[in-house]
């Protein structure tokens, strides 16, 4: 299940000797992290590397699902490149069509 969306204490994490970071950015064809923004200036202040990355919901159109995650991620030029989370969620374990799936990565 992709994590609830919150603030993290980056200068905590780099004090546990973290060196990087994937932040989640966009969910589905309209949800973006509205704490995309503030983990990443955090994370990146930290000093931590940082690359963002998109919860794949399965069935939704994968262009749409794409097109959100480019306008939201524009601009913030990480040092570790996109990465697309493809796991289930509880709800649709069971549920995925592969080739949609696939389809929609």
Same mark, same amino acid.
């Given at each position: 299940?992709?994590?609830?969306?919150?603030?993290i204490?980056?200068?905590?994490?780099r004090?546990?000797?973290?060196?990087?970071?994937?932040i989640?950015?966009?969910? %589905?064809?309209? @949800?973006?992290? $509205?704490?995309?923004?503030?983990?990443w200036?955090? +994370?990146?202040?930290? !000093? *931590?590397?940082?690359?963002?990355?998109?919860?794949?919901?399965?069935?939704?159109?994968?262009?749409?699902?794409?097109?959100?995650?480019?306008?939201?991620?524009? %601009?913030?030029? @990480?040092?570790? $490149?996109?990465?697309l989370?493809?796991?289930?969620? +509880?709800?649709?374990? !069971? *549920?995925?069509?592969?080739?949609?799936?696939?389809?929609?990565?």
């Amino acid at each position: 299940e992709a994590q609830i969306n919150k603030q993290i204490n980056w200068g905590a994490v780099r004090a546990a000797q973290k060196e990087f970071a994937f932040i989640r950015a966009t969910l %589905g064809i309209t @949800g973006i992290d $509205p704490f995309f923004v503030v983990n990443w200036r955090g +994370a990146r202040a930290a !000093g *931590l590397l940082t690359g963002a990355y998109h919860y794949l919901i399965h069935n939704l159109d994968g262009r749409k699902q794409a097109d959100l995650f480019l306008k939201t991620v524009a %601009g913030e030029l @990480g040092e570790l $490149p996109p990465v697309l989370d493809l796991e289930p969620r +509880a709800a649709d374990k !069971g *549920l995925i069509n592969p080739t949609v799936c696939l389809a929609n990565a």
